[in-house]
């Protein structure tokens, strides 16, 4: 090569290092645009080619490892927020739908400040007075509702066989935000209380806009719809359709009711493997 072309092509790799350096040292080397993002369509499927379903309640709880990413961060950051700062915001923006979490076939809905209403909280505490003479008084505290107090999420989901496509197929339906309930003392549990069911396909157009962080590779961008597609989470069954319409837990306590919710989900793999010649 001659000189000339020699030092052009030295000048040209100094600015590209230059270029590459300035986004290393300000951001990401690729744009982050989920703007425009719409969620993968579901295969078509018609009632005729469903040919056997089941209606499943699942728990998933933020505490386990590889749920971490639904419950982190805790304050939002500027690519990632947590399931239900995205959750909130969704409603908020009217881009989801809440319905009362007294049913779960989505009947009732909720608008934006009757969800505040129900998420926050008011204390009444009595006071001394620091002037004479030094008589209580009332005074009203109001505490906003913290997402990071939401450590798990219920799920509403409908397996299926598609004879058409010959594949057993999820459909998720709802996701119910839920929180726990202490005694007065702040340390004895009491129980577990709902807060609101959102319907799952509206708000996969929420979902599929936001980022959930990748603990293998921080290039592969992963969204809460794909996590929620690819069943990337861990969680345990709370209760199947049956004549009684009851739970897991109102017929089985503690390791009774684990292998019970294991003999569930092993019963469905079952159906599948079954239709099959080995």
Same mark, same amino acid.
């Given at each position: 090569l001659s000189?000339?072309?020699?030092?052009?092509t030295v000048i040209l790799i100094l600015i590209l290092s230059f270029i590459l350096f300035q986004q290393l040292s300000f951001g990401q080397v690729w744009d982050i645009?989920?703007?425009?993002?719409?969620p993968v369509p579901y295969p078509p499927l018609r009632e005729a080619d469903v040919f056997w379903c089941k209606r499943i309640w699942r728990v998933?709880?933020?505490?386990?490892k590889i749920n971490l990413p639904y419950y982190y961060p805790t304050s939002e950051i500027k690519d990632r927020?947590?399931?239900?700062?995205?959750?909130?915001?969704?409603?908020?923006?009217?881009?989801?739908?809440?319905?009362d979490a007294a049913s779960d076939e989505f009947l009732v809905q909720l608008s934006w400040d009757e969800i505040i209403g129900?998420?926050?909280?008011? $204390?009444?505490?009595? #006071? +001394?007075r620091i002037d004479p003479p030094y008589d209580e008084y009332d005074t009203i505290i109001n505490k906003n509702f913290d997402p990071g107090s939401v450590k798990q999420v219920r799920l509403q989901e409908d397996w299926f066989f598609d004879k058409q496509r010959?594949?057993?197929d999820v459909r998720i339906i709802g996701l119910c935000p839920i929180v726990e309930v202490y005694e007065e003392d702040g340390v004895t549990l009491k129980g577990y209380k709902p807060l609101f069911w959102i319907y799952f396909p509206q708000a996969r157009n929420v979902f599929v806009k936001?980022?959930?962080?990748?603990?293998?590779? $921080?290039?592969?961008? #992963? +969204?809460?719809?794909?996590?929620?597609?690819?069943?990337i989470f861990s969680s345990t069954i709370l209760k199947e359709s049956n004549v009684y319409d009851r739970?897991?837990?109102?017929?089985?306590?503690?390791?009774?009711?684990?292998?019970?919710?294991?003999?569930?989900?092993?019963?469905i793999f079952l159906f599948e493997h079954d239709l099959w010649e080995y």
């Open positions: 000189y000339s072309m020699r030092f052009s645009d989920t703007g425009n993002k719409k998933i709880d933020f505490r386990q927020k947590s399931l239900m700062q995205v959750i909130l915001q969704g409603i908020q923006d009217s881009s989801i739908t809440a319905y129900q998420l926050s909280e008011t $204390d009444t505490l009595t #006071l +001394t010959s594949v057993m936001n980022y959930i962080f990748n603990r293998f590779n $921080d290039a592969a961008r #992963l +969204t809460y719809d794909d996590v929620f597609m690819k069943r739970k897991i837990n109102e017929y089985a306590k503690g390791m009774d009711a684990l292998l019970e919710s294991e003999r569930i989900k092993n019963e």
